[in-house]
């Protein structure tokens, strides 16, 4: 597994029964508890047929918003990462921690204050298999949204191994950064906005990205883009859920 590999993501709120209801419904998710041995026990998993999606789990008595969490392979260690990250801007906000029979972690704030999990896997293919065509209801995508793209880009090349990004380098019609090892494409960094606090947000793949726009706002989320056509890619819309957490659905081509 090559450093900045996305091994796994979860959605945290003080709250997650609000959210799962949400991406329950609008997804069509099948949530069940899990014991993972950690003192928010259960953890909520989503799995399609049997293989492990993402979960939801607590903030654990913290005050930071309902947000997406991706666990970012490290290039070396977790203690390395976490200190490259604070030398570079970046914020720790939970130190080193196991993770049972899987490995260890931190939680960290990039500098525009977008969290993110460093990852060390207890054995290199700790990660999940990928479903290829997407599966609905799985993920396919992911991306960081920024006040400053370059220096996003930079940040996370730096501390997680990424290459360093290219003044030119951009990922179909969006003109934004890839974060990249060689050829591999592990997540696009995007522009923040009013509608759009810097965070990580994935993708989720479902089979009718128009009939989700309306939808989504009768469960309580907020669009935050229109349907968007992207070539070679499928159609693509921007929601905020009911709890203030963005995400985008993803039609493939």
Do not use: C
């Amino acid at each position: 597994m090559s450093a900045g590999t996305i091994a796994w993501r979860e959605y945290i709120a003080a709250d997650r029964d609000i959210a799962m209801a949400f991406y329950r419904d609008l997804i069509g998710w099948d949530i069940a508890p899990v014991t993972m041995g950690t003192p928010n026990d259960p953890y909520q998993m989503v799995s399609i047929n049997d293989l492990p999606i993402t979960g939801f789990d607590t903030t654990d008595g913290s005050d930071d918003p309902p947000h997406w969490l991706p666990y970012l392979t490290v290039p070396d260690s977790v203690e390395a990462t976490v200190s490259r990250a604070a030398d570079l801007g970046g914020e720790i906000v939970r130190g080193q921690q196991d993770l049972h029979g899987i490995g260890r972690y931190a939680v960290l704030r990039d500098p525009d204050r977008a969290l993110v999990a460093a990852f060390q896997p207890l054995e290199p293919s700790t990660t999940l298999p990928a479903t290829s065509p997407p599966l609905p209801g799985s993920i396919s995508w992911y991306a960081v949204s920024s006040h400053d793209l370059g220096r996003t880009a930079s940040f996370y090349a730096a501390v997680f191994g990424y290459d360093p990004p290219a003044a030119e380098e951009v990922f179909s019609a969006t003109n934004t950064p890839v974060l990249t090892t060689g050829q591999h494409l592990h997540a696009g960094v995007l522009p923040a906005g009013p509608d759009l606090a810097p965070q990580w947000l994935v993708y989720i793949v479902v089979p009718d990205a128009d009939a989700l726009l309306q939808h989504s706002i009768d469960l309580g989320g907020h669009p935050i883009t229109p349907v968007m056509s992207i070539p070679k890619v499928g159609k693509i819309l921007g929601i905020r859920d009911p709890l203030g957490a963005a995400f985008f659905v993803h039609q493939p081509e």
